[in-house]
């Protein structure tokens, strides 16, 4: 759910990856630096786009996000046997939409559907996909599933009318294959990783990495944006899911949501965490309260990464995890 505040991403967007990445995170409204819409009267509604899809490799097709609130970077995945999807949209209908975007780049019967992690936009448009889809999840996205159900759906749903509609219906779909740690799928001439990254931005963050390509789809856990830490989660897990995604040595990074990049995005996600580590633990030794921690390291940061309500959870987490 981190195209939420849209505003905010477009600055941070614009501190971290340079002014050309901003124009083009611009063009999805909301200006540079203002405020966040609210969700409720988003004036761009969460729909995967037609006919946009884009080749980023030889076997990798992506349909971006524009930068919208609520809608994925899609991933396409074509080998000479089977397609893999990667993220499903809003809702059956922006599956659906999927669906016709992967039926103009492959004819395989075979296909195959993972999630970066099972909030609404990523996950609940599984609806959307034919009934012989076979369904790859972590064993950690399953427990999340069971733990949390449609929490998170009712939520969406209350955002508009059209958010309710997209998810009239909408129900997870049961997993096919079940993984604990890595499970590997052969595509036909395209070796693709799937990976369970632990307890990240989500329980049951993944990532994939196509294996030819050099493609890494980083879910939640590698954006351009700050990162958004699920409660309960150990900013350590932070560091080590960006060291591993670093040792695939990407060439591309294609993020759930925001622009594509490289493995600066891991580099500079990696940084931000180790700055607010040790900085936290300073204050907090030196007798600081959370709040006036929060407010330093804000004030410290804002050069850097803008003025971001982003901030403030990872802030919080470190000073709570701090010794
Ligand atoms: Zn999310």
Redesign the pocket.
């Known amino acids: 759910?981190?195209g939420r505040r849209l505003g905010v991403g477009v600055a941070l967007v614009a501190a971290l990856m340079g002014v050309a990445a901003a124009q083009q995170a611009g063009t999805a409204g909301g200006p540079a630096g203002g405020p966040a819409p609210a969700q409720a009267t988003s004036p761009v509604p969460p729909l995967i786009r037609e006919g946009v899809t884009e080749r980023i490799s030889t076997h990798v097709h992506v349909i971006p996000d524009n930068g919208v609130s609520l809608v994925p970077n899609v991933g396409i995945v074509v080998g000479s046997k089977a397609t893999l999807v990667i993220d499903t949209g809003l809702g059956p209908r922006n599956g659906a939409t999927v669906m016709r975007e992967v039926a103009t780049i492959s004819k395989n019967a075979e296909l195959h559907l993972v999630t970066t992690?099972v909030?609404p936009e990523?996950d609940l448009g599984a609806g959307g996909f034919p009934a012989t889809t076979k369904m790859i999840r972590s064993k950690d996205q399953v427990d999340e599933i069971a733990a949390s159900g449609l929490e998170m759906a009712k939520r969406f749903a209350g955002f508009s009318t059209l958010h309710a509609e997209l998810l009239q219906g909408a129900d997870f779909r049961t997993a096919d294959v079940t993984f604990e740690k890595e499970h590997t799928l052969d595509l036909g001439g395209v070796t693709v990783r799937v990976l369970a990254m632990g307890f990240n931005?989500?329980r049951g963050d993944t990532a994939t990495f196509v294996e030819p390509d050099a493609v890494l789809f980083s879910g939640?856990v590698s954006m351009a944006w700050l990162p958004?830490v699920g409660a309960g989660a150990h900013l350590n897990q932070w560091l080590t899911s960006q060291d591993r995604f670093l040792a695939l040595q990407p060439s591309r990074v294609v993020p759930s949501h925001g622009p594509m990049g490289d493995a600066a995005i891991m580099t500079k996600t990696k940084a931000f965490v180790s700055t607010i580590q040790k900085r936290a633990a300073e204050l907090k030794q030196a007798g600081k309260t959370v709040e006036e921690t929060m407010a330093t390291l804000q004030a410290e940061l804002e050069p850097i990464y803008g003025r971001s309500p982003r901030m403030a959870g990872p802030i919080r987490a470190a000073y709570t995890q701090a010794p």
């Open positions: 759910m981190d992690h909030h990523h931005h989500t939640d958004s």
